[in-house]
Nanobody, 124 residues
Framework: QVQLVESGGGLVQTGGSLRLSCAASGRTFGTYNMGWFRQAPGKERELVAGISSGGSTYHADSVKGRFTISRDNAKNTLYLQMNSLKPEDTAIYYC??????????????????WGQGTQVTVSS
């Protein structure tokens, strides 16, 4: 089992940057595939970026070239660097762990553990 705690959200102007962190408990963090999801009001939760236990990454088309997911297994921490932020990036951002270390999965229902979320607000 793993516990996840996000940090780094906040209010930023259009074009600004934020770096989200997700601290994980437990000694098996490196074996999980990890993802950053977001959910805006009235919308479904969507995968923004994912990283496998082996380091392969996925970025949604809407964030490709602006967001970068990374992980530091020695620090049990997942990151999401967000640049060139837009108002449409406003959402609650969640990190999640998938207890299946195969191909990265994109459906939220596939992920077993979730953080509490951190609010990101981008003003126009």
């Amino acid at each position: 089992q793993v516990q996840l705690v996000e940090s780094g959200g906040g209010l930023v102007q259009t074009g600004g940057s934020l770096r989200l962190s997700c601290a994980a408990s437990g000694r098996t963090f490196g074996t999980y595939n990890m993802g950053w999801f977001r959910q805006a009001p009235g919308k479904e939760r969507e995968l923004v970026a994912g990283i496998s236990s082996g380091g392969s990454t996925y970025h949604a088309d809407s964030v490709k070239g602006r967001f970068t997911i990374s992980r530091d297994n020695a620090k049990n921490t997942l990151y999401l660097q967000m640049n060139s932020l837009k108002p449409e990036d406003t959402a609650i951002y969640y990190c999640a762990a998938d207890n299946w270390a195969g191909v990265l999965r994109t459906q939220s229902r596939s992920y077993d553990y979730w953080g509490q979320g951190t609010q990101v607000t981008v003003s126009s």
